[in-house]
């Protein structure tokens, strides 16, 4: 085995060691070279070893994703070792951390300090740097895509330089939020958090048809409101959704909708079978076990509810053995070029497929209905946009193309995947 003095390993290390698979196995790869830095410089010499030698490098964050988007046969990087907190501005309510630092590992911290994140998603083991870029979001009608709340970054160019990116660089910070690692490899982040609060989560059932009629009305008074549909009984168990039957006002176990909301609180800390307080970011998590192969997309808010009507029906008509619950989110608009909420109001319509099985009949059924609803992806879960599609629905595609030509103008930040979207 041959390492380098910057710790990367090239060539002849075995082959349980040159493959890489995400978290949920169902994206590849066998890497010509694995990196794990343990400091900003050694990460800068990485990189400028790599390109030197016409290498492609990509970084995988926690392998969260379930596109190709990690995807590398060049450098493989890992940021593992680069993680924690570097600093604290109270009086700004800003925390720059390293961009291995999961979201777990962060909001400790936080908690700690007096702070929390603005908002958060269902999972929180991802690395920061991923997580964000990907264009990963929580719930919340007036709250936005996560990467909002960046206001600054390190960005490794190829050669090794450093290019520093906050409010006095506004393009880069808008391209850079969520940019899927494409503009540089990120070493380090700046967020803007909000003073520590609480949150008070309530989880019910309803049936569908009063779900879509308490819709609107759910999402205008709770800071958080999502629910999951489940179109079968056993559809809660593929989430480990709790068994909210005791709360259901008809009693039914199919057809039915996981309510939640969750508002900011002054209670005192309490848990009980279906509600409870609590810190932020001890409420947002969901428990999840790696069963699923995601694909959702933001669609306008305005045409939220006849989406999820066409996807349940679809479901239901034409594609029963599709078991696995549609997740339904809110999240407002924002000013990053690439990201799914541009300008855009949406909600959320996700939708799974079990390992194993061959289900893209059913997700390219899915793909169609919601694309026809003007529907954008989550960049980090899978989709069927081509480099056509990317330019014909994201306003700002030809300006994040062209910063990144400027940027890495011999694509070395690229894939197969990320070149027919932005190459």
Known sequence: MTTSSHGMTVNDFGVDQAHWRNWVGNQACVRAARGAPQSEDELCALIAEATGKGMNVRAAGSGHSFTPVALTN????????????????????????????????LVKVL????????????????????????????????????????????????????????????????????????????????????DSYNL????????????????????????HFSFFWCPYEESRHCYCLPDTSATSKTGRTSDVCEM?????????????????????????????????????????????????????????????????????????????????FYRQDSVTVSVSGEPGKDYWDYLRAVDKILRDFGARPHWGKMHFLTGEDVA???????????????LDPQGFYLNDHLSALFG
């Open 392 to 406: 014909a629905i994201y306003p700002r595609a030809e300006n994040f193309r062209n910063l990144r030509r400027k």
């Open 200 to 223: 008070h989560e309530k989880i019910w059932r309803e049936d569908f048809e009063t779900a879509m009629e308490m819709h609107d009305e759910l999402a205008e008074n709770h800071r």
């Open 111 to 194: 908690k700690a300090e007096g702070l929390s994140m603005i908002n958060q998603g269902d999972i929180d083991s991802q690395a920061i740097a991923g997580a964000l870029t990907t264009g990963t979001h929580g719930t919340g009608a007036k709250l936005p895509v996560l990467a909002d709340a960046i206001v600054g970054m390190k960005l490794i160019q190829p050669d090794g330089s450093i290019l520093t990116v906050d409010e006095s660089t506004p393009d880069l910070l808008l391209a850079g939020r969520v940019s899927l690692g494409t503009l540089g490899v990120i070493s380090e982040m700046t967020l803007q958090l909000q």
């Open 260 to 340: 939640k909301v969750m508002d900011i609180t002054e209670e005192e800390p309490f848990e009980r079978e279906f509600e409870k307080a609590a810190y932020s970011s001890d409420v947002y998590p969901i428990e999840y076990v790696p069963n699923f192969h995601e694909l959702e997309y933001a669609v306008p808010r305005e045409h939220g509810k006849d989406a999820v009507r066409a996807v349940r029906k679809l479901m239901l008509e034409q594609f029963p053995e599709a078991i696995y619950p549609i997740e339904y989110r809110f999240t407002a608009g924002d000013e990053a070029w690439m990201s799914p």
């Open 74 to 105: 060049g450098l493989h990087l890992t940021l593992a070792n680069m993680t924690g907190v570097k600093g604290i501005d109270h009086a700004r309510r800003r925390v720059t951390a390293s961009a291995g630092t999961t979201i777990n590992e």
